[in-house]
């Protein structure tokens, strides 16, 4: 499965394990009855640390079972949050390693949405982009060979039918807007769907390019 500018965030903790729908760096919080979950542990200087570490296991478990419904609507990518032995519980119990992009160490339940993007992204990002050193002389290359396109509209246009294609973007770079599916054109905002959840045309022709096989690679602002 691709890795694309729309996964989650799984944040776990002692007390409270939270679901998060990202877009980039923008965490939407889940709550509609099954997330977050709230611990209905024992507490207490009297509970035997055996039942304590079952407790643990359990509420860990529970957490990736009511992801997987998420999951099973809309099978997005995602991240895992947590401190250390959180994340070494919920290692040896999830069902769903083979779509987990990385881990963050800590426990953030206590975090922003806000700010918990700004900690996920960079991540997401990294793997979304891999280890490149060679990415500006591909660049340059493409170029000299006439192989580029470039410009929103243009770019936009080559996403939806080129395979294999790799684009090249600013980390910061934002434009309100969309791409039709059908001719791969430019969608002007006023002409945006107000059901839209996505409404920035770069990430819609990330999509695009990831969805195609292609390669993505984000590059320092200027």
């Not at 643990?56 to 250390?84: E, M, S, T, W």
């Not at 700010?115 to 170029?143: C, F, Q, R, S, Y």
């Not at 246009?157 to 080129?162: D, I, K, S």
């Amino acid at each position: 499965m691709i890795i694309t500018t729309h996964y989650y965030v799984l944040s776990l903790g002692e007390q409270t394990n939270r679901l998060y729908e990202a877009f980039r760096d923008q965490l939407i919080d889940i709550q509609n009855g099954i997330f977050p979950i709230e611990s209905s542990a024992l507490t207490g200087n009297n509970v035997k640390p055996e039942i304590r570490d079952n407790q643990a296991r359990d509420f860990i478990r529970a957490a990736d079972k009511h992801f997987d419904h998420y999951f099973k609507q809309d099978p997005l990518r995602f991240v895992v949050v947590g401190d250390r032995k959180s994340l070494s519980i919920f290692g040896s119990v999830t069902s769903h390693q083979d779509v987990l992009i990385g881990w963050v160490e800590g426990d953030y339940t206590a975090t922003s949405a806000h700010d918990l993007g700004k900690i996920v992204w960079p991540i997401v990002k990294d793997v979304m982009a891999g280890t490149n050193e060679m990415a500006m002389h591909k660049l340059e290359g493409a170029e000299n060979s006439r192989n580029l396109a470039s410009g929103i509209e243009e770019v936009g246009r080559m996403a939806g039918v080129t395979e294999g294609g790799t684009l090249f973007v600013e980390e910061d770079y934002h434009m309100k807007g969309g791409i039709r599916s059908t001719n791969h054109s430019f969608i002007m905002p006023e002409e945006l769907d107000i059901r839209e959840v996505n409404d920035d045309a770069v990430d819609a022709i990330i999509e695009k390019v990831l969805e195609k096989a292609g390669k993505v690679i984000f590059l320092g602002s200027g």
